[in-house]
């Protein structure tokens, strides 16, 4: 099975790239699923039905979540929304709308999508995300034992991420690192077949604070004001995300690479 993941989707310009870029890659890469975070897609922070609607109909069927997943003011109702493809994470409170792991049919093949938050760096105190993951796995055992299990690991700090692949290596086919919007260089197969990369990275506005305009970000830390912080504009854009390939037998993944490009076009409609 092919995946194309992206990561963080943040507001109108992550929106614009992803669209403008997705067609292209679907022909270049033939992904039989395609995943993304959009725990940003509304204006930088949040989500909304018209956000959910213009990703998946760029063709994304998957939309995972992170710590802004639960923000926008029709969170709660898209996110109770069976219909609608969506997560947020799983080790969230569960007084929390909507679900953090769910399956999904892609021709014959069910697959296990899991969502998770960090505890290193994070404002609220979510559950462990090592024994939620636990719970999902021996859950997953004893019921419909999906193969194909793929995990958005929404956290902040490095070695919080890698040590989580490391506890689930042949486990699970991918553990694929968002929230931090920056994406890193160590996409890489664990020894039991598990993919890994720390952090994806983001669609929006490359000249951007991790997307924020840059002089309001900068003020924020300059005056250690808690500013309102505008998305950037764009272009230029990037986006970045990970294919995998994963045998559809073994669950393990085959290969995992990374993708990033920068574009300067304009893409406002
Ligand atoms: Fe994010
Ligand atoms: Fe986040």
Same mark, same amino acid.
């Given at each position: 099975m092919k995946i194309l993941f992206f990561g963080d989707i943040f507001g109108r310009p992550g929106r614009e790239v992803l669209r403008h870029m997705l067609p292209q890659w679907k022909k270049e890469y033939k992904p039989d699923v395609i995943i993304a975070n959009g725990e940003n897609a509304s204006h930088g922070a949040g989500i909304s039905e018209n956000a959910i609607k213009e990703m998946l109909g760029a063709g994304v069927d998957i939309v995972t979540g992170g710590n *802004? /997943? +639960?923000? &926008?003011?029709n969170a709660d109702v898209l996110l109770n929304d069976a219909k609608l493809p969506l997560l947020r994470p !799983? #080790?969230? /409170? /569960? !007084?929390? !709308? &909507?679900?953090g792991h769910r399956y999904f049919t892609f021709g014959n093949k069910e697959i296990l999508v899991i969502n998770l938050i960090g505890q290193v760096h994070m404002r609220f105190h979510y559950d462990s995300p090592f024994l939620a993951l636990d719970n999902i796995l021996e859950e997953n055992k004893s019921g419909k034992n999906a193969n194909i299990i793929l995990v958005d690991w929404h956290a902040e700090a490095s070695s919080e991420k890698v040590a989580l692949a490391w506890h689930v290596d042949g486990r699970v086919s991918a553990v694929l690192g968002t929230h931090s919007h920056t994406p890193t260089a160590d996409a890489r197969i664990l020894p039991q077949g598990t993919g890994l990369i720390s952090d994806v990275g983001f669609l929006g506005? *490359? #000249? /951007? +604070?991790i997307g924020q305009e840059i002089s309001q970000n900068l003020k924020r830390f300059l005056t250690q004001t808690p500013i309102k912080v505008d998305v950037a504009q764009a272009p230029p854009y990037e986006i970045n995300a990970v294919f995998l390939e994963i045998d559809n037998a073994s669950g393990k993944t085959i290969k995992i690479e990374q993708v990033r490009k920068i574009i300067q076009e304009d893409l406002k409609k």
């Open positions: *802004h /997943s +639960i923000e &926008g003011k !799983a #080790n969230m /409170s /569960s !007084a929390c !709308a &909507g679900k506005p *490359h #000249n /951007s +604070i």
